[in-house]
């Protein structure tokens, strides 16, 4: 674990006894979110397409003394979803927390150059993908007298994002999906809230202005403070909205990103 990684975790053990699933968790924010929820004492449960990355990541926590698992897994099948949820609650002992964080961005294109394969590839993967999560997870909660769920939208998520409107759409989704969930689920001892993050240094901003130094610009000139979030920075923000500290805290979308979008 990286010294940033390690002050995020704040040397509490407040997630002992706990188990966490992260979706995503094989890169960028989910990674770190698995790195601070292991440190704080969690059962971690890793879902990810990419098999080399979740695996690394789960070897990193065991390692290190604690206890991870990972389950390759496409978030947008929903088999897939009901057989991570079922093996994390049967390995690892129970299902406490869940960061719905997976999501794919694509590429910013002129609305017009835009296309329907694209549009139906980020609204599954980054929308109906939490639907599933939540959905599977939330079966579980309620026989489990409750649990808290963290899902990852934007802020792209809050405002407008020209060129990025599929993108912009699901994370919009994402919002309103958590809000009626946590409406619902307040009498189960279901919290649901979501973050929003601003421009964070993962490989998936590296993909976006991949080749195009005139988008990184105008990306970076978006920004309040000349940087990106790192990603334990927006990780950490998951971690407490699953934490006792954040109870009577559900419904919320939390920005993470230096007041980009509160303007
Ligand atoms: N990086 C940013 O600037 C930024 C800003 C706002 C919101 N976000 C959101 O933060 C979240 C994490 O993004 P990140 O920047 O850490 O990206 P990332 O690319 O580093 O990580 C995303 C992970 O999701 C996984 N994934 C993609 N499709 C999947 C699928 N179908 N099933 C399972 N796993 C899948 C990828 O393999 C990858 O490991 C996303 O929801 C993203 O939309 C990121």
Redesign the pocket.
């Known amino acids: 674990m990286s010294k940033e990684d390690a002050d995020m975790a704040g040397g509490s053990d407040d997630f002992a006894g706990k188990v966490v699933l992260v979706?995503?968790g094989?890169?960028?924010?989910?990674l770190a979110a698995t790195k601070i929820f292991a440190g704080r004492g969690a059962a971690v449960g890793i879902?990810?397409?990419?098999a080399a990355?979740g695996q690394a990541a789960a070897a990193a926590i065991n390692d290190a003394g604690g206890r991870a698992l990972f389950v390759e897994?496409?978030?947008?099948d929903e088999p897939a979803v009901k057989h991570l949820v079922d093996t994390v609650v049967s390995e690892l002992g129970g299902l406490h927390c869940a960061f719905n964080?997976?999501?794919?961005?694509g590429r910013m294109v002129p609305f017009e150059q835009s296309t329907l394969a694209e549009w139906n590839r980020v609204i599954t993967?980054?929308l109906t993908?939490v639907y599933l999560c939540m959905k599977h997870e939330i079966a579980h909660m309620m026989g489990a007298g409750g649990g808290a769920i963290v899902n990852?939208?934007?802020?792209?998520g809050i405002v407008g994002c020209p060129r990025f409107e599929a993108y912009s759409a699901a994370?919009h989704g994402v919002l309103g999906l958590t809000k009626s969930a946590a409406m619902e689920f307040a009498r189960s001892n279901i919290r649901i809230n979501a973050i929003c993050?601003?421009?964070?240094d993962?490989?998936?901003?590296a993909?976006l202005t991949d080749g195009d130094p005139e988008l990184k610009e105008w990306i970076m000139s978006t920004t309040t403070t000349g940087r990106?979030a790192n990603?334990a920075e927006v990780a950490a923000a998951a971690v407490w909205l699953c934490s006792k500290e954040a109870s009577f805290v559900s419904g919320d979308s939390m920005m993470v990103d230096m007041g980009i979008v509160c303007r």
Do not use: F, L, R, W
């Not at 897994?73 to 947008?76: G, Q």
């Open positions: 979706t995503g094989a890169s960028g924010i989910g879902a990810d397409i990419d990355g897994t496409d978030v947008t964080n997976a999501a794919y961005g993967i980054s993908s990852t939208s934007s802020g792209a994370k993050p601003g421009h964070t993962t490989p998936m901003q993909q990106m990603p």
